[in-house]
Structure formats: C-alpha cells, structure tokens
C-alpha cells in the first residue's frame, strides 16, 4: 500500500498538507450535531460538547472508576500502565473489553452516533483507555498526532479516526487538561527517528519516538494558537485523529480523570503498519474491524455495578 504519510525515515522533519477530507458525512437537520458544530469541528479539528451525561449517569460511572482503580489486580496486567516515575496508575487499556459498563459507554448513540456520522461510515473501537492523572504526580503527555503513531506502529491507511474524551472529573487550567492546537489537524507532521522495537512498552509511559520537533512545533503554535478546553464530569472532546494535542503534569491535589474511545472507519481497518516490524499489541490497537451498533438510553437503565 502506498504510504502517503512517510514518517520516523528522513534526517528532517517535513509538514504535509492533509489531502483527506475531516468530516465525512454531509449535514442535514437529522445529524447529530448541529451545522455550526459540524463546521467547527471541520475548520478547528476538535469539538466540546457539554452536558452529554446526566448527573446520575456520571456518578454511576464515577463509582465504576474508583472500583477499577482501587482492584486493578482484576484487570489484565499489561493493559495497566503506571507513571514513569512511580506506580500511580496512569492509564488502564482495552478497557472497553474489560468492563461492561464501558463497553456500554463506548456504545453509547451519544458517542458512537457521532463518531458514525463525523467519519461517514460504521465505526469500531481501534483503542479505549480510562485515563487518571492524579494529583501531584501526574506526569505530562508531550506534544504528538495520534494518526502519526497508529499509522507508523498499527498500519492505520488514513486520515478517517477521531478520539472522544468523556470527563470524569473536573478539568480545569490548572490540573493538566487536554491542549490542541486548532487548525493542525490539517497538516502533518512527519517525524524523525526510528521506531524502536516493542516501542509501546516506553511509549505507553512517556512517548519520546513519533513527537515532532520543537521547531515545527512552535512553528505551529504560533500560526494557530493553543487551547486548553475544560469541563466538569460529563463533558466530551472530540478531536480529529491528526489534531496535534498533549497536556502538562498535574501537581495540584486534584485528578484529572476520563474515558478516552477512539472510533476509527471500518473501512480504514488498519493493515500492517507503515514504520515498525510487528503491529502493536490488539490492548493497544485492535486489529478486528468489528463495528459499533449505537446504543439509546440511560447508561444506568440495563446494568448494575
């Protein structure tokens, strides 16, 4: 196949016009979000919704995430990612294939119907995480598009992937939220280095492969600005799968907490990966196109912690 976003294989980073479309499906009054969000989410590459969840429904998933947290020994081990520097939970992986009531939630017409509409097509899950920054010390995520590495290391063909952030606890300026730079989604960033064997065994901790380079960086940083959207519990981000994002540490006493899903097109089903020997592991990129059939209804109506 024909790698149009070469990346990890020159001695100089290059930036590369997206000849991809963003938003896949054409608007009418039936879509699921309105015309102006459609637009934004076009001109900006990412997208906050407020209020998706109901308050009961965030306390019910809430209380899902403090009993994941607090018997991780549950879980499979290597899905379980702790802080570089420490054991603090960082993330947990696959964890829509490891708990029913995120299974629910990634199903959710809320989330999935949007994804569906967005990408203009059926959607699976390429990746879930519960994603924890505690208080402290909670480490920073660097600068970095998704697309670049899910394309390098999981063979992912195009442009056809976005990522929604359902908040679980309040995010704020102070306790490392979620920054994107608006508008880079529409250029990408190749990067320079090799990719390292078994490199999400590092990566997965702090991502020092697949980042682009501080001039290109500030290089876009000033042209098109940085935001740093925030929310109480029950708010979602969307962001397009190019969108360039990270966050900084967490040395407040409060976490920073969400569900993270990412819907990719079945149609752009990844295939052998563009820049490693091997695919990643199936927790970190499924490698099954098995799509989403949207789900209705109250989060709490057809389960039980």
């Not at 000849?19 to 608007?27: G, K, N, T």
């Not at 991780?72 to 990612?81: G, H, K, M, S, Y």
């Not at 992912?156 to 920054?179: C, K, Q, W, Y």
């Not at 380079?213 to 519990?233: M, Q, R, S, Y």
């Amino acid at each position: 196949m024909t790698d149009y976003y070469p990346s990890r294989v020159a001695a100089q980073p290059r930036m590369l016009p997206r000849d991809y479309p963003v938003v896949h499906s054409a608007w009418d009054s039936s879509a699921p979000l309105s015309a102006g969000q459609t637009a934004q989410f076009d001109r900006d590459g990412y997208l906050v919704l407020e209020d998706v969840f109901s308050s009961g429904e965030i306390d019910f998933l809430q209380r899902e995430m403090s009993s994941i947290l607090a018997d991780p020994a549950r879980l499979d081990a290597e899905t379980v990612i702790s802080e570089p520097d420490g054991k603090e939970i960082r993330s947990v992986f696959a964890i829509h294939d490891q708990n029913r009531l995120m299974a629910r939630l990634a199903a959710d017409e809320r989330l999935a119907g949007v994804a569906r509409f967005l990408l203009g097509d059926e959607v699976y899950v390429h990746q879930s995480r519960l994603n924890y920054k505690p208080g402290f010390f909670g480490k920073e995520f660097f600068w970095h598009s998704d697309f670049e590495t899910w394309h390098v290391e999981d063979g992912m063909p195009n442009m056809r992937a976005l990522s929604m952030s359902v908040l679980l606890a309040e995010n704020t300026v102070n306790n490392g939220p979620l920054m994107l730079i608006p508008g880079s989604h529409r250029i990408f960033v190749s990067c320079i280095g090799g990719t390292p064997e078994d490199h999400y065994r590092m990566s997965l901790k702090r991502q020092e492969f697949g980042i682009p380079d501080e001039l290109t960086l500030a290089e876009l940083a000033a042209d098109k600005g940085i935001v740093a959207p925030t929310g109480k519990p029950g708010t979602v981000v969307i962001f397009d799968c190019n969108t360039m994002h990270g966050s900084n540490g967490n040395i407040t006493p409060f976490p920073r907490a969400n569900a993270f899903f990412v819907y990719n097109a079945v149609s752009n089903k990844v295939t052998a990966p563009f820049g490693a020997d091997r695919p990643r592991p199936r927790f970190v990129a499924a490698q099954d196109a098995n799509p989403i059939a949207p789900v209705r209804g109250d989060l709490r109506g057809e389960m039980a912690i």
